[in-house]
């Protein structure tokens, strides 16, 4: 039987998960901010049922994915687990908020639903997660993007994206921050963290490189384990070059692991 999805944001990653969707997956219903509501109805023609909150869904989505952004998630995280359902998440970096964190983790054990955390834009979080059992020492990441997928984040704040002629670290600190500070571009920041050494203990660059068209993450992890270095070049979306393809893809691949029995 078919299984009905629910996808919260419909923006460049949740478009792009829609035309991916494998089969025996719907797009049911779309939740959007009121301010945008319209204008996703008309895109999406029909196609699915346009909400502003979850009270307004009469029926049970077999499965949430969060394709909204940190604001996304803090709006509509609760009142999904509350109810008991699968909420698949991309905006990780929300839950550098503690209080975000506990509410969320909260509502799922009284309610009876599950929170999914996606790998996003990167790889390796099934490896660092294991390690992390034997003990890890020390867990670093760096983000190098165009000028172009910094732009209207706090980086412009940092470097003049417009005049940057060469690769130019212009953020260090810890994951927390990163995610706080870039909400758009340092998920993956988040993501490491939660699978690793925690939000203080991970420590971030970002970079910028007018000569890439990539979104490059590069993780290196040591420990009792031994120690790795994965680096993934990315190709971000056309329509949000701050967002990795991969990062959509990691939401289509939640969908079909809903559906299968045997899953990787
Ligand atoms: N974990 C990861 O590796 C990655 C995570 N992301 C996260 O995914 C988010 C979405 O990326 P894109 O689709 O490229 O962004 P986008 O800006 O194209 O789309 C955002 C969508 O979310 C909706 N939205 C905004 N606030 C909302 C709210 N309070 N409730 C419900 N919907 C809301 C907007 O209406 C829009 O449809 C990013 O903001 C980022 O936080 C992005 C890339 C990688
Ligand atoms: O898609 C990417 O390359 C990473 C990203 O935006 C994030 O970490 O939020």
Redesign the pocket.
């Known amino acids: 039987m078919t299984q009905r999805l629910m996808m919260?944001?419909?923006?460049?990653?949740?478009s792009e998960v829609h035309r991916l969707l494998p089969l025996g997956m719907e797009l049911a219903w779309v939740?959007?901010?009121e301010a945008?509501a319209a204008a996703?109805r008309d895109r999406l023609a029909g196609r699915a049922e346009v909400l502003t909150a979850i009270e307004a869904c009469a029926e049970r989505p077999d499965l949430v994915v969060e394709?909204?952004?940190?604001?996304?998630l803090a709006?509509?995280g609760e009142a999904v687990l509350r109810r008991g359902l699968t909420l698949a998440v991309?905006?990780?970096?929300a839950l550098a908020d503690e209080a975000l964190f506990d509410r969320l983790a909260t509502a799922a054990r009284e309610g009876g639903g599950r929170m999914q955390l996606?790998s996003?834009?990167?790889a390796g979080m099934d490896g660092l997660a294991a390690a992390r059992e034997g003990g890890l020492d020390e867990v670093t990441y760096e983000a190098c993007k165009a000028p172009r997928s910094w732009k209207g984040s706090h980086a412009a704040q940092l470097i003049d994206l417009d005049a940057v002629s060469e690769k130019t670290v212009f953020f260090e600190g810890d994951a927390g921050e990163a995610a706080r500070l870039f909400?758009?571009n340092s998920?993956?920041a988040a993501?490491i963290a939660l699978a690793g050494v925690g939000m203080r203990d991970t420590r971030v660059q970002l970079i910028v490189d007018p000569a890439t068209r990539r979104n490059t993450h590069r993780i290196h992890a040591k420990g009792r384990f031994g120690e790795f270095t994965i680096e993934l070049n990315g190709h971000p979306?056309e329509s949000?070059p701050?967002?990795?393809t991969l990062?959509a893809l990691s939401v289509v691949r939640a969908c079909r692991q809903a559906l299968e029995p045997v899953s990787f």
Do not use: D, F, R, W
């Not at 919260?8 to 949740?14: F, K, L, Q």
């Open positions: 919260i944001g419909y923006g460049a990653m949740g939740m959007v901010p945008h996703t394709c909204a952004g940190q604001p996304g709006e509509h991309v905006a990780t970096g996606l996003g834009a990167v909400p758009a998920n993956v993501t979306l949000n701050k967002t990795s990062a």
